[in-house]
């Protein structure tokens, strides 16, 4: 194994040139990108990062390692199983790149620390679960206030989605149309028919559990996505290229050859065309409308009890 007084940046990283100039790979080596999720991309986000020469980041992830990792997560291996993916996703990085500026948030992101964890941050990667809708229009939020630019790869499908959010853009919220007297079901489901090309979709309906917070990905797309990111990240640092910026996204299919621009789906209800996708939606993932059914039932028990309790509640 290399020593740390054997590593030397501009020769680990000379292979980049011809791609990046001087210039543009010092800019990388001074930026700092900071990574929410550790898991199925989060950790591939951050080897292609590593390896492009990125100087330092900002880890967040509460969850540790287990074997149902081992299909799609990068940091999933034996000897890491038990352990919390962004400290060892740190040693990874440290590992290709001695010199990185590593710091940790092993209690994952929230309110409370979320201004130490953007600090300092060129750019933000979206890795946090799927299912993680609260805290992801907390992270977007903040971005947009901040200025600084947040991008989101997921995996769909065979395939990946991604979207990039500037300060000047459109924001996460109309982007995915997500209102607030939206069920979280619906909110989740806004956010998955905005990075999905179609209806058609090639998930198997049995394999979504909303309320365990499942779904199936493939290493192939995890790992797509972090192509896709990663090359957005250095659109955006190296200030060349044109941006994947909302409103308008991509989706790559590599299963079918091909790739499709994204664009804000009609609000699931507040129009009649979203209600009918909304309902088409429910119909083909039963899970989402169980889900659905359940918060708004708890919803409006909520609200009876408290007419109930001002004696509001007519007889």
């Known amino acids: 194994m290399m020593q740390t007084t054997e590593f030397n940046y501009e020769r680990a990283f000379a292979r980049n040139r011809g791609l990046l100039s ?54 999933a291996r034996l000897d890491s199983l038990g352990r919390n993916k962004a400290e060892v996703m740190a040693e990874t990085a440290r590992s290709i790149n001695p010199e990185a500026c590593v710091q940790t948030f092993t209690e994952g992101i929230s309110r409370a620390n979320l201004n130490a964890f953007l600090a300092g941050a060129d750019v933000v990667i979206d890795g ?8 992801r229009r907390m992270l977007f939020a903040d971005c947009r206030e901040r200025r600084i630019p947040i991008i989101t790869a997921g995996p769909i499908g065979y395939g990946a989605s991604v979207l990039v959010f500037t300060a000047e853009g459109q924001p996460f919220e ?26 058609g979709g090639d998930v198997d309906p049995r394999y979504v559990d909303v309320e365990e917070q499942k779904g199936p990905a493939l290493a192939s797309s995890c790992l797509l996505c972090a192509a896709a990111a990663a090359t957005e990240v250095l659109k955006l640092l190296c200030k060349r290229g044109r941006i994947s910026a ?22 699931l209800t507040r129009s009649l065309r979203g209600r009918l996708l ?38």
């Open 22 to 75: 001087a210039e543009e790979q010092h800019t990388l080596r001074r930026s700092c990108v900071a990574l929410a999720g550790l898991g199925g991309v989060g950790g591939a986000h951050l080897q292609a990062l590593t390896r492009m020469g990125i100087g330092a980041f900002r880890l967040a992830d509460p969850d540790t390692f287990e074997v149902v990792n081992f299909n799609r997560q990068s940091g």
């Open 128 to 135: 946090l679960e799927f299912f993680c809708i609260e805290t």
């Open 174 to 199: 109309t982007f995915f149309r997500i209102e607030p007297e939206m069920t979280r079901a619906e909110q989740i489901l806004a956010f998955a028919l905005g990075l999905a090309p179609g209806l």
């Open 246 to 267: 909302a409103p308008k996204g991509v989706h790559y299919d590599l299963f079918r050859g091909r790739s499709v621009t994204l664009r804000p789906r009609p609000s």
């Open 278 to 315: 909304r309902w088409i939606a429910f119909r083909r993932f039963p899970a989402f409308a169980a889900q659905h059914a359940r918060e708004f039932a708890s919803r409006e028990g909520a609200v009876t009890t408290a007419l109930s309790a001002t004696g509001n509640v007519a007889h």
